[in-house]
T-cell receptor, first 114, second 119 residues
């Protein structure tokens, strides 16, 4: 158990719908990272938040957005869902007290778009 | 942009034997970090080993060790005395040295190597 929690574990929805994925980082970790794992694209970085502020953006679609709340939990919002959005979405957290910190991954949310 | 290449999509090894997984990367950075993550069938991502580019000494963690060749931009993982529980996808990942407060950056992953340990 990494200490990072993600809900829900599985999500099945239809094209065009909107979903929210939730992540609670390890106690004391200030940074949250979101990654997408799909068969064709592999593991890709989506976005990073550090202490409530967006720090870095990767290959995140405009239909996707995220935020980090004052209690440091984060949500990833996916809208106008397409079949190709089906993937495993990971959240990772890091304490950020020095460069190169290990990122601890949550168990992931499996999103299936039908 | 950094890229990470794992040239072996699948590998297999007999229990108790040694196996080496390859990883090469491309970067213009001089200071960075390299990681191997393991993803068993449970899908959980687990850190296996971490290497700091400015350290010449190769990292080791019990049965896991790396061969880090900075000039060649190569970072291979050696698993000794392979166990059935080592069966998993293994991902090589690159992180550049952050320059802001806190300092960590995103991970750039390779496509992974599926390792099967046979009894």
């Amino acid at each position: 158990d990494s200490g990072v929690t993600q809900t829900p574990k599985h999500l099945i929805t239809a094209t065009g719908q909107r979903v929210t994925l939730r992540c609670s980082p390890r106690s004391g970790d200030l940074s949250v990272y979101w990654y997408q794992q799909s068969l064709d694209q592999g593991l890709q970085f989506l976005i990073q938040y550090y202490n409530g502020e967006e720090r870095a953006k990767g290959n995140i679609l405009e239909r996707f957005s995220a935020q980090q709340f004052p209690d440091l939990h984060s949500e990833l919002n996916l809208s106008s869902l397409e079949l190709g959005d089906s993937a495993l979405y990971f959240c990772a957290s890091s304490v950020e007290d020095f460069p190169g910190n290990e990122q601890f991954f949550g168990p992931g949310t499996r999103l299936t778009v039908l | 942009a950094q890229t990470v290449t794992q040239s072996q999509p699948e590998m297999s090894v007999q229990e108790a034997e040694t196996v080496t997984l390859s990883c090469t990367y491309d970067t213009s950075e001089n200071n960075y970090y390299l990681f191997w993550y393991k993803q068993p069938p449970s899908r959980q991502m687990i850190l296996v080993i971490r290497q700091e580019a400015y350290k010449q000494q190769n990292a080791t963690e019990n049965r896991f060790s790396v061969n880090f060749q900075k000039a060649a931009k190569s970072f291979s993982l050696k698993i000794s005395d392979s166990q059935l529980g080592d069966t998993a996808m293994y991902f090589c990942a690159f992180m550049k040295h952050g320059r802001r407060q806190g300092g960590s950056e995103k991970l750039v992953f390779g496509k992974g190597t599926k390792l099967t340990v046979n009894p």
